[in-house]
């Protein structure tokens, strides 16, 4: 069960009733998410209507509100934006808190139950997405694909450092480092391929797009109508159309296409976007495990065993990974599972 964030509620329904014209009257602290630092609210006022109030202690990235909200004033009615302050700023703060707050969409956005026709209209708002192009001047934050995977590099070396090192560890940190060890030639291939094809991508031009960068169906609310909903815009980027596409997998990747219309796709591309998110679920997975102390030692070791299923093959990511790195040009390394 998420915690409430450590943030007053009254400041926080003064803070609202002062900034927006919502006439609030209500705050119901929702347990959703896997952002620790933020926290998200039903916001109802005296009218019975709702909206959806996030807190968050992180660095705000601007274009995270600003990007919807272009994309929305351009006629994308799918895309959910913040609503506007009295003086029409995108947020507001609250000592280190940064308040957002949405209009209310009821619907449903689990993992499973888009339908083929939904998925049809997620292509078909992908690119009317992909094809708006930038305001004079752009948005100054707002960052862009460089296919540069030192950090990611830089992250294997010193947690395997750590590794190398630790003691007195617990159950979950003793669980992952097991299965560090026994993987660890596919976390250096992982990586090996991802400074490989980064090394191609460099040196080629491409359009950049305006890329939602997590489009999965978390992300995607239906309402009763079936229509979609687009939201979170934390990962908000300009990049190759390519990076919207690494969820775009079969049994629903041919409604997806039929909505999108006929697209060229580059591999190198697509495949270096998958394996990025492969490295990036498995860097997640491996902090969860080793420095989450306030968690609990069940879920850390949920972690670390997620960790090892997607090493394994087990994941739907790295699934995807493998099957588009068959489609790479000759005379690329192309990654093959281990036998078991």
Request: proline content about 5%; glycine content about 6%; some cysteine.
């Amino acid at each position: 069960m998420r915690e409430p964030p450590k943030i007053a509620e009254e400041d926080l329904r003064a803070c609202v009733q002062d900034q927006y014209e919502l006439g609030l009257v209500t705050l119901a602290f929702l347990s959703l998410g896997h952002d620790y630092d933020a926290g998200v609210y039903r916001a109802g006022n005296e009218r019975g209507t709702a909206s959806l109030l996030k807190v968050t202690s992180r660095p705000l990235y601007e274009p995270r509100c600003l990007v919807p909200r272009y994309l929305l004033d351009q006629g994308i009615t799918s895309v959910v934006a913040p609503l506007p302050t009295k003086s029409g700023a995108l947020w507001t703060t609250l000592a280190e808190w940064t308040v957002i707050v949405y209009p209310w969409i009821s619907g449903d956005s689990s993992l499973t139950g888009m339908t083929e026709k939904q998925w049809k209209q997620v292509g078909t708002i992908f690119r009317r997405i992909h094809q708006v192009a930038l305001p004079p001047g752009g948005f100054a934050s707002l960052r862009k694909e460089t296919f540069d995977p030192e950090e990611y590099t830089r992250w294997v070396g010193s947690f395997e450092t750590q590794l190398a090192h630790a003691q007195g560890q617990g159950a979950a940190q003793r669980t992952l480092r097991s299965c560090w060890l026994a993987h660890q030639s596919t976390v250096h291939m992982v990586v090996t391929t991802l400074e490989q094809l980064a090394g191609m991508l460099r040196s080629q031009t491409f359009p950049y797009v305006i890329c939602h960068a997590d489009l999965h169906a978390r992300n995607l609310i239906r309402d009763q109508a079936g229509k979609i909903f687009v939201i979170d815009w934390d990962e908000v980027m300009l990049a190759p159309k390519e990076r919207d596409f690494i969820f775009v997998r079969q049994p629903h990747a041919n409604a997806f296409w039929e909505g999108y219309g006929q697209t060229q796709i580059d591999w190198v591309a697509l495949t270096y976007f998958l394996w990025e998110r492969v490295v990036q679920d498995l860097m997640e997975c491996a902090r969860n495990a080793w420095f989450r102390k306030e968690w609990g030692e069940e879920t850390r070791e949920e972690a670390a065993h997620l960790f090892n299923e997607t090493l394994e093959g087990r994941s739907s990511t790295i699934e995807a990974a493998y099957q588009a790195s068959a489609h790479l040009p000759k005379g690329l390394t192309v990654p093959t599972r281990k036998s078991s």
